[in-house]
């Protein structure tokens, strides 16, 4: 189930118009709406397909602007400043981590466990063919943990 961080509402008289769009920041997903008087245009992104997040900030009101790779680009505007500098934070932090996962970085744990897993085959084939002992067995497995 989704949990709803964030929710902002542009103001309705400096967008002329009696339904103001509404952006709902979810801990997986961001929905944007806005409703015109027959329709409502729901927007579902989630935070892989964000590329971009611009705040335009002014004294009382900001624009947030999101661009997607997938659908049409947002722009909530004369949202009051506070609420929309923590979208912002919260934005980029979503962005950041959604594009992060993706990618592939070499650690030396990775060595060191393929290493690992070498060294136990190999004493466990010198095992089977009766080259060391069960106890030795045991006692260099519990050496290369330690290592580990």
Same mark, same amino acid.
Not at 96 to 104: T, V
Not at 109 to 117: A, G, N, Q, R
């Given at each position: 189930?989704?949990?709803?961080?964030?929710?902002?509402?542009?103001?309705?008289?400096? =967008?002329?118009?009696?339904?103001?769009?509404?952006?709902?920041?979810?801990?997986?997903?961001?929905?944007?709406?806005?409703?015109?008087?027959?329709?409502?245009?729901?927007?579902?992104?989630?935070?892989?397909?964000?590329?971009?997040?611009?705040? =335009?900030?002014?004294?009382?009101?900001?624009?947030?602007?999101?661009?997607?790779?997938?659908?049409?680009?947002?722009?909530?505007?004369?949202?009051?400043?506070?609420?929309?500098?923590?979208?912002?934070?919260?934005?980029?932090?979503?962005?950041?981590?959604?594009?992060?996962?993706?990618?592939?970085?070499?650690?030396?744990?990775?060595?060191?466990?393929?290493?690992?897993?070498?060294? &136990?085959?190999?004493?466990?084939?010198?095992?089977?063919?009766?080259?060391?002992?069960?106890?030795?067995?045991?006692?260099?497995?519990?050496? &290369?943990?330690?290592?580990?």
């Amino acid at each position: 189930m989704s949990k709803l961080l964030l929710k902002l509402q542009g103001l309705r008289s400096l =967008n002329r118009t009696i339904f103001p769009p509404y952006l709902f920041v979810y801990d997986d997903i961001l929905i944007y709406k806005k409703r015109k008087w027959i329709w409502v245009k729901e927007i579902s992104i989630s935070y892989g397909q964000i590329s971009q997040v611009t705040l =335009n900030k002014g004294i009382f009101f900001s624009s947030l602007d999101i661009y997607s790779a997938g659908t049409d680009n947002i722009v909530l505007r004369f949202i009051p400043t506070e609420p929309a500098v923590k979208a912002k934070k919260i934005l980029d932090q979503k962005v950041y981590h959604s594009h992060a996962k993706h990618q592939q970085v070499e650690t030396g744990s990775k060595v060191t466990l393929s290493d690992y897993e070498k060294s &136990l085959n190999r004493l466990q084939e010198l095992l089977n063919k009766n080259k060391i002992s069960q106890r030795d067995f045991h006692r260099k497995k519990s050496e &290369l943990i330690k290592d580990l």
